[in-house]
């Protein structure tokens, strides 16, 4: 349990939503999306592609479950100030055992990706070694550590665009999207110890409301029946700000606990949106169904 507790399987499974994010797009810039018309071909067509979305999902698995694994591992020792109730300190897991849980992890992540093409697999790589990079040095780094812990999305959000390696070139400013999600959230948490980081969350809301004008942006010009997005868009403001703006008002490490915890999560419905965008509103549904499951989740095992 604790070392199942070092993986933070409720963030492993907005993981996955960025995959299927990244595979409903390069879906339907295949014209493969569904359509009332097309059903079953396209249905058949799917079949032939959902060995390739099951396979960047157990990459995706490997790849984050083993970055969170390190990030304690490297963090051992000021988690005994900071966090002693996390496991390694706690002294239910070792470094020892934990290193080995992660270099796994992240083998697997990175075998499972190969077995989709090679792009898929450079890719992965290029995840692990950002993971590692953020764990080991980036996220001490003012200003690259947030842009490090993106592009680590950003480039697993593309995972999932590789299914059809071809659409790379095309697709590739949608990494974009999550870097500075993510970007923010990084900055958030960075009073999520010690509480009172006024600019850092003054930064985050003016990337947050930046990501949710650049979707309702290219759902307008991407998507047929771009309206469909609206919904999801607004879900998202929902669970997003009201968080963050009472983190900013209160300046309490609690509140700031509770505003990253938010965004963590709520990027399923990043996703769900994103996905809504290109494919339609069932892609978008069928992502938002991870959201239960996440939460559920983060109820037994911490998100931060």
């Not at 759902?219 to 998202?236: D, E, H, K, R």
């Not at 509770?258 to 892609?283: D, E, Q």
């Amino acid at each position: 349990m604790a070392h199942l507790r070092l993986m933070r399987p409720a963030n492993i499974v907005t993981a996955l939503a960025d995959i299927a994010a990244g595979f409903a797009a390069a879906m339907a810039m295949g014209n493969i999306a569904l359509a009332n018309n097309e059903a079953l071909q396209e249905w058949l067509v799917l079949q032939d592609q959902l060995p390739l979305l099951l396979w960047l999902c157990l990459a995706t698995i490997g790849l984050y479950g083993g970055g969170v694994v390190f990030n304690d591992v490297f963090d051992a020792e000021l988690d005994k100030i900071e966090r002693p109730e996390r496991a390694i300190p706690s002294g239910q897991a070792s470094i020892t055992s934990a290193s080995l849980l992660g270099g796994l992890l992240l083998l697997m992540g990175i075998v499972a990706a190969w077995q989709v093409g090679q792009t898929s697999g450079l890719l992965a790589i290029a995840i692990a070694l950002l993971a590692l990079l953020y764990d080991a040095w980036g996220k001490h780094q003012l200003y690259f550590g947030p842009l490090n812990m993106g592009l680590c999305r950003g480039f697993n959000l593309l995972l999932g665009v590789s299914a059809v390696p071809a659409l790379l070139p095309q697709l590739w400013y949608l990494g974009i999207i999550p870097v500075v999600y993510i970007a923010a959230i990084t900055m958030i948490s960075r009073g999520e110890v010690h509480g009172g980081n006024r600019k850092a969350l003054q930064g985050g809301l003016f990337m947050y409301a930046a990501v949710v004008v650049t979707i309702l942006v290219l759902a307008f010009f991407t998507g047929a029946a771009w309206w469909q997005v609206i919904p999801f868009v607004a879900l998202f403001a929902y669970l997003i700000f009201p968080p963050l703006l009472e983190a900013l008002r209160k300046q309490d490490a609690r509140f700031i606990g509770k505003a990253v915890k938010a965004g963590v999560l709520s990027l399923i419905v990043l996703n769900a949106a994103l996905a809504t965008a290109f494919a339609g509103w069932m892609w978008g549904l069928a992502i938002l169904l991870l959201l239960p499951i996440s939460r559920l989740m983060a109820r037994s095992f911490a998100v931060t």
